[in-house]
């Protein structure tokens, strides 16, 4: 295992450690063991610059599943570093962030820490894999610790729904997006990102080429909160709010553009590439910007502006497919939508970063997020104020901040859609220009709302639940940071134009011996662009003043027909089903159950045998059957169908036994001691605790007893039918060789036993073992947990 592959697993490893630290050093905040992580990881991938800046990428692998061709391979290049980079870094602000936002008194600072860490490397996982299975793993991992940091404050309500409803829309996509691996692995019989990038032209005419592009884009769309699947995010807004910051700024909601990014070579050859990125993307951007207007909740505001902006990425990103479909590669011309894409990436983690930490200071220090009760804050927080107008003005696009030269590179971007003459952009592409302005008017006027409703206007201290205050500094740090380097890069971009922007340019659209080459500019002179901003700005500032005028206009949306409404009806429509299913069959009754179940194992396996003709007899090649083993089977028989009929508990258990005691001779004339001793033990303890049980019920009595059932009698003759059949069939279809003789040549030689049966558990079938173990263990804490919960349940009531 290499270093880089150390870097990923870290968090993992140190998620393990956190809540010993948490028990050992409760004086100290938590936060400070995590804090030195992310700040070490980053500095590491800070090293591997001087490799990506040259356009070139290191690969570390070792084998994993090598059976299955599933190696851990990772992967550094321009845009697995710069993810890497936004991970580690605003992970590493966030922590410090959560310091001082989250007491150590009141909060369970153990289980945070653990959810973060987990996923900070899962995210890493993601974006360094160069294997689908194993990013597919770090993805659905993502989903997971998304969901545990969502429902971080499980005790309210709608902490819960939120958790709940990004699970079930993200790991939906991700399950899709499954399909898609496994459809590119039937095309390409490999799962490595860059043997399927490298074949990519060979596929483009398979027929499962759509159906995979399809599924990798249902699940970007879903993870990256595209429309119509964005509903998730405003109400995972709901978590704490350095979880806000960290998860819906630079890393979860970016996971499905980075697919994108990455997968772009493999698919962008195909017209619904395109049309489908950048029509979604475009959709969203308008619908986000729309939708965060008629917001009164500062989060929610920013959650409806990161939608806006992901689809400002995804749209940047679909137009950008088109450069590869010219004879020649123009990173000026073209190529400048993807650019565009990755230097809003950036600069959206760093504006919309600190603007969630001003959020959450502003709801620590007046109880509120509310911007009908707040205003007038500007002379209490100047600092913060200050930052708000930082990150609010670069998010809206105005000069000299960095989402200023990134918003005019979209527009750019957007404006040469009209000089394409492919997959029909020469005639409904003139929608992209037109949306993309009326949604930066948008943008625009929830960015004003957004600083001015907070910071300005008239003092209402008697609506907020605490007196006004600046923050602490070491609450403040984080944000400072973010909010100098939208200034910097405003007036310095080129100090990451060939660092950080050009390489992943080139991993987005590799193109062998071409070599991207960005530089980014302030003036460009009198373009459309220029004209577009100022009109942006004019509209903005007229449509904000009269704000109240025209709200209205949201009322024209019917409540009904929302999004949500769908999801709330469609969930409870399909719980409503499943109750009424459910309650149908369970009844209470074990032996209905037992009905259910036998009925479906015989019909399914007998037909299957003999519609598939599976079943054979063949005798030729079994041994005599001893006298000794006769007896045995009826005693046996005997001793099972005597249960049946005998009136005493007592009686039942012995013959039980004997039962089972028979089956341990049978294994020892086989000469299968270890088989013959644990059959003996578990028959033994069986007895036991079944005596133990039935001494203390009473005997039965004539009126309890089942009566004759001809449809039980018919199961059960059917299920032992059944399992005759198959064991004739399998003991007589000799489809492959027996793997005994397997295990007797490797039991000493590859595993260092000499127990063939003890190797096989532990070995041969070690994962088989393990897993059994944790089921039982994880029974034993559910139990454990009941029963404590139970105890302490007791003392309250009677603390009552």
């Known amino acids: 295992m290499s270093l880089l592959h150390l870097a990923i697993i870290s968090p993992f490893l140190l998620a393990i450690l956190v809540p010993i630290a948490y028990k ?85 600072l153990n289980t945070f820490y653990v959810y973060l860490l ?34 971080y404050w499980y005790h309210r309500e709608k902490s819960r729904y939120g958790a709940q409803k990004s699970m079930i829309i993200t790991v939906f996509g991700g ?15 490999t799962f490595s990102i860059s043997e399927i990038i490298a074949g990519s032209d060979e596929i483009f005419s398979h027929s499962l080429f759509v159906p995979a592009l399809l599924c990798f884009l249902l699940g970007a769309f879903t993870k990256s909160a595209q429309f119509p699947f964005h509903i998730w995010l405003p109400d995972a807004m709901e978590a704490p709010t350095p979880v806000s910051a960290y998860l819906h700024s630079a890393t979860m909601v970016k996971a499905g553009i980075y697919l994108v990014a990455r997968m772009s070579p493999v698919f962008a050859e195909h017209s619904l590439w395109l049309w489908l990125i950048a029509g979604f993307g475009i959709t969203t951007l308008f619908w986000g910007s729309f939708s965060a207007v008629k917001q009164t909740d500062l989060k929610a505001i920013l959650a409806f502006s990161t939608v806006s902006q992901l689809g400002m990425i995804m749209s940047l990103l679909g137009i950008g497919a088109a450069a590869l479909h010219f004879e020649t590669v123009d990173d000026s011309y073209f190529t400048v939508a993807t650019t565009a894409a990755v230097f809003h990436l950036i600069n959206h983690a760093t504006f919309k970063g600190s603007l969630f930490m001003v959020a959450g200071i502003v709801d620590h220090e007046t109880g509120t997020r509310d911007i009908r009760k707040l205003g007038g804050l500007m002379n209490f927080m100047p600092i913060t104020f200050t930052l708000a107008i930082i990150g609010t003005f670069s998010m809206a696009g105005l000069p000299p901040f960095n989402g200023f030269l990134s918003k005019e590179m979209f527009f750019t971007g957007m404006v040469r859609v009209l000089e394409m003459d492919i997959f029909n952009l020469d005639t409904w592409g003139f929608l992209f220009p037109v949306l993309a302005w009326v949604a930066s008017v948008f943008t625009f006027i929830y960015s004003m709302i957004l600083v001015f409703k907070t910071f300005t206007g008239k003092f209402q201290p008697e609506q907020l639940e605490k007196k006004p205050h600046e923050a602490p500094i070491g609450m403040l ?21 060939n660092t950080l922007i050009s390489p992943a340019q080139a991993a ?6 071409y070599v991207y080459d960005t530089h980014i500019y302030f003036w460009h002179g009198f373009t459309p662009e220029l004209f577009m901003t100022l009109g942006v ?9 009269t704000l109240p005028k025209w709200r209205s206009v ?33 009844n209470g009754s074990i032996r209905n159950y037992l009905v259910y179940i036998f009925t479906f194992f015989i019909i399914t396996l007998l037909s299957v045998l003999f519609l598939k003709d599976a079943f054979k007899f063949d005798a030729s090649n079994v041994s005599a059957i001893r006298f000794s083993e006769i007896v045995l089977a009826l005693v046996i028989t005997i001793g099972s169908i005597t249960i049946l009929f005998v009136k005493s508990r007592l009686t039942s258990i012995i013959l039980l036994g004997a039962v089972g005691y028979t089956v341990a001779l049978f294994f020892v004339i086989f000469r299968a001691p270890d088989l013959a001793l644990t059959q003996l033990v578990i028959e033994t303890i069986s007895v036991a605790l079944f005596l133990l049980c039935f001494y203390h019920l009473p005997q039965i009595k004539d009126e309890e007893r089942m009566p004759f059932k001809a449809t039980n009698a018919v199961i059960s003759i059917g299920v032992g039918l059944v399992v005759t059949l198959i064991a004739f069939s399998a003991h007589s279809n000799k489809l492959f060789d027996s793997i005994s003789q397997y295990y007797i040549e490797n039991t000493y030689e590859k595993a260092a036993g000499k127990n063939m049966v003890n190797v096989i558990l532990v070995d041969f079938r070690g994962f088989d073992t393990m897993f059994e173990i944790t089921v039982l263990a994880i029974a034993a804490l559910g139990i454990f947990g009941m029963i404590k919960l139970r105890l302490g349940g007791g003392k309250k009531n009677e603390n009552k």
């Open 24 to 108: 050992l050093f409760r004086q100290i905040h938590t936060g400070w063991f995590v804090l030195p992580l992310p700040i070490l990881l980053f500095s590491y991938f800070i090293s591997y610059l001087s490799i990506t800046s040259d356009q070139q990428s290191v690969t570390k692998s070792f084998a994993w599943i090598p059976a299955l061709g599933i190696d851990f391979s990772a992967k550094v290049d321009g845009l697995g570093l710069l993810f890497a980079l936004l991970i580690t870094g605003i992970g590493s602000l966030v922590v410090l962030y959560s310091i001082y936002y989250l007491d150590k008194n009141k909060e369970q």
């Open 118 to 151: 987990l996923f900070m490397g899962a995210m890493l996982g993601v974006v360094l894999s160069d294997n689908l299975i194993v990013l597919y793993t770090f993805w659905e991992f993502t989903s997971f610790s998304s969901f545990l940091l969502i429902g």
């Open 175 to 189: 399950l899709s997006m499954l399909g898609g691996i496994i459809l590119l692995y039937l095309m390409t019989g």
């Open 477 to 497: 740090i984080s944000p400072i940071i973010l909010a100098s380097l939208v200034i910097i890069i405003g007036f310095f971009p080129n100090i990451i134009s």
């Open 508 to 513: 987005i659209m590799p193109v062998e011996g």
């Open 537 to 545: 700005i004019t509209l903005g500032i007229l449509l904000f003043v």
């Open 554 to 586: 949201y009322n024209l949306f019917p409540e009904k027909l929302a999004l949500n409404r769908f999801y709330d009806s469609g969930l409870s429509g399909i719980q409503h089903v499943a109750h009424k299913f459910t309650k149908w069959y369970m």
